[in-house]
């Protein structure tokens, strides 16, 4: 994805006060006093799916948003929602759902909200250089897609339990076997692979590490907790498996500059397949990515959207 200031998008920005979804449904009137309190005057919806900005935020940056979020919603480009249930826990036009919506500000302070759950762009961290405005966008709208929508339609597949639960997701079984081996949050301390061995982060001045934890996750840091590593982790190799510019983390980098040279040559999609290929949860995570039954992107997330017109 390329940066575009004069983007477009097939979605209107129009009036929060008088957005409606595509059967005419008004916001709660709830949801249109906080939104006007907070100055949230610039609305998009797609797929029922809330996008709203102040005044001063980034339209094109909104825009790239809905673009995005109507490509996570319609991996088949049929102009249509693949998934209705996954659809349906992100309407924000309807109040039971307690669906998040996409916050665009003009700094950290303006993408705060009581209106919750409140999903930040964080756009304007790129206030300096536009150019990152499209990946971080990415990894915004991927998290509230995934959090809100994916983890709790396949709560198996990409869900994500507490350490410990016998239910644990698949995606969070291969994160556990990539730790360390070849991924780990560059906050995280006090890290194991799967065999137990403890692997250090240089970043950190103290890690500790925990007797009791489960093998393959991480004692300290800010994201060590499943809700954020295992997210953290399902971003990184679903978007890097798409094509989209790799934003992950040092191990994981190395091992796939490692596949991409000589001998293996291998291109970034194949690169992180072997990679998946190195344990039974990955491989069975990678089947899930690319089953026709799991509505998950599977091509290259673009800054456009033009399907089913
Ligand atoms: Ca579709």
């Not at 759902?97 to 964080?122: C, I, K, L, R, V």
């Not at 966008?137 to 016998?166: C, R």
């Amino acid at each position: 994805m390329t940066w575009a200031s004069n983007l477009t998008s097939p979605f209107p920005i129009q009036p929060c006060a008088q957005i409606t979804n595509a059967n005419g449904t008004l916001l709660s009137a709830s949801d249109r006093q906080d939104l006007a309190k907070e100055n949230k005057t610039k609305c998009m919806q797609v797929f029922g799916v809330l996008l709203a900005g102040t005044a001063g935020a980034s339209s094109a940056a909104m825009k790239l948003g809905a673009n995005i979020v109507a490509q996570l919603l319609d991996p088949n480009c049929d102009g249509q929602v693949d998934d209705p249930n996954v659809a349906a826990k992100l309407n924000r036009f309807n109040p039971d759902a307690n669906a998040p919506w996409f916050n665009f500000g003009t700094d950290s302070h303006s993408e705060e909200s009581t209106m919750q759950p409140s999903a930040s762009s964080q756009a304007w961290k790129a206030q300096g250089d536009p150019s990152y405005i499209p990946a971080i966008v990415l990894e915004e709208a991927f998290h509230m897609v995934h959090q809100y929508g994916w983890a709790v339609v396949y709560p198996d597949a990409i869900g994500f339990k507490q350490w410990g639960n016998s239910k644990q997701s698949v995606a969070c079984r291969c994160m556990r076997d990539a730790q360390c081996a070849w991924y780990q949050h560059p906050e995280n301390g006090g890290c194991t692979n799967s065999n137990g061995t403890k692997c250090y982060n240089l970043e950190l001045e103290w890690e500790m590490f925990k007797s009791d934890a489960i093998l393959g996750t991480c004692s300290s840091g800010t994201c060590a907790n499943p809700s954020c590593d295992c997210m953290e982790f399902f971003h990184k190799v679903e978007t890097t498996w798409l094509g989209n510019k790799f934003n992950g983390y040092n191990r994981m980098l190395a091992k796939l500059n490692e596949f991409k040279s000589p001998p293996l040559l291998l291109n970034q999609r194949a690169a992180v397949e072997k990679l998946l290929g190195q344990s039974s949860q990955c491989q069975t995570l990678l089947q899930h990515m690319k089953s026709a039954t799991m509505p998950l992107p599977k091509t290259y997330i673009k800054e456009t959207y033009q399907c089913g017109r």
